[in-house]
């Protein structure tokens, strides 16, 4: 990965801009709406452990999650004995993983940050983690040099993202014409399953990079309509979409055909169980 990272002056982010408060606030409120740590605890928990082995956390760190949810990754990583920050846009996410993580008797930080305007020092962690998290902001080089800048000099990042190929990417484009368009210079969030576009973003800033895409085998639906039916009621952007739709039966109508369609199409076996396929992807700051 030797290519210098280009700013897209489309993709900065200013945390004073009005609307860019407003465009945050949409997205701190988007994930607040029904139980995102039951779709942390009940669909995805294997891929905080995954991302945590592969980056090597060990005891001696200082660890970083970004966009860290209810702790899907800070959790693994604080169980290590690592010193642990989870940090989020979503206070209410955060606050269900410190109840979470002290009935386990784990102690981190939790703190409610923006992932393109962290407040944290440069070279401040020995390692910065997110879990199908920091793809979720809207202006990826703006999150991805806070990424970069708040690791040490040989320090390690680590990064799980939804490919735009798999089903939670696939799901995202069902729903797109049913959602009202994002404003200018946000990226699609699956970008961050394409290792070129994380080249990209992180440029000649890191080395020894290392991209793997796997499978998260799901097993938590009985059948397609456990699937919709979970997503419509604990997953923020489902929930927000389908809002967008109250007053319009047949477009619900028609929404919820095309996900049973979706989850349909994905399923691995008779069981309701599928295949999400996600990029795993580490390198270390130069």
């Known amino acids: ?41 009940e669909v995805i928990a294997d891929l905080g452990p995954v991302l945590v082995a592969a980056a090597g956390v060990t005891a001696d760190d200082r660890v970083l999650d970004v ?19 989870a ?11 410190r109840r979470e993580a002290g009935d386990e008797g784990l102690r981190l930080e939790w703190q409610q940050a923006d992932a393109e305007a962290l407040p944290y020092a440069d070279a401040e962690f020995d390692v910065v983690l997110s ?28 990064l799980v993202s939804w490919t735009p190929e798999g089903f939670v990417g696939q799901l995202f484009a069902t729903m797109k014409p049913y ?7 946000v990226q699609a969030p699956p970008l961050w399953g394409r290792e070129e576009h994380v080249a990209e973003l992180l440029g000649d800033r890191v080395t ?12 938590a639906f009985a059948d397609a309509a456990g699937f919709r039916d979970f997503f419509k009621r604990c997953y923020g952007p489902t929930i927000a979409a389908y809002r967008g739709l109250a007053e319009d039966p047949g477009r619900t109508a028609a929404l ?10 994905f399923a691995t076996g008779p069981d309701g169980a599928m295949g999400w396929e996600y990029l795993l992807l580490t390198a270390q700051r130069a």
Request: with cysteine; proline share 9%; net charge negative.
């Open 1 to 41: 990965m030797s290519q210098q990272t280009q700013q897209d002056p489309t993709s900065t982010t200013d945390p004073a801009d009005p609307a860019d408060r407003a465009l945050k606030d949409r997205h701190r409120a988007m994930w607040a709406l029904g139980d995102y740590p039951a779709v942390a605890r």
């Open 67 to 85: 966009a860290a949810g209810s702790g899907n990754v800070a959790v693994p990583a604080a169980r290590t004995g690592a010193a642990v920050v």
């Open 87 to 97: 940090s989020d846009l979503t206070p209410e996410l955060l606050e269900v993983g």
């Open 131 to 158: 879990c199908v998290g920091v793809m979720f902001a809207p202006h990826h080089h703006a999150a991805a040099d806070e990424l970069v800048r708040v690791c040490r000099p040989g320090g390690r990042i680590g």
């Open 179 to 185: 959602v009202a368009p994002p404003p200018a210079g």
């Open 208 to 219: 020894d990079v290392r991209a793997e895409r796997r499978t998260l085998e799901v097993d």
């Open 256 to 265: 919820d055909a095309e996900l049973l369609d979706l989850a349909r199409r």
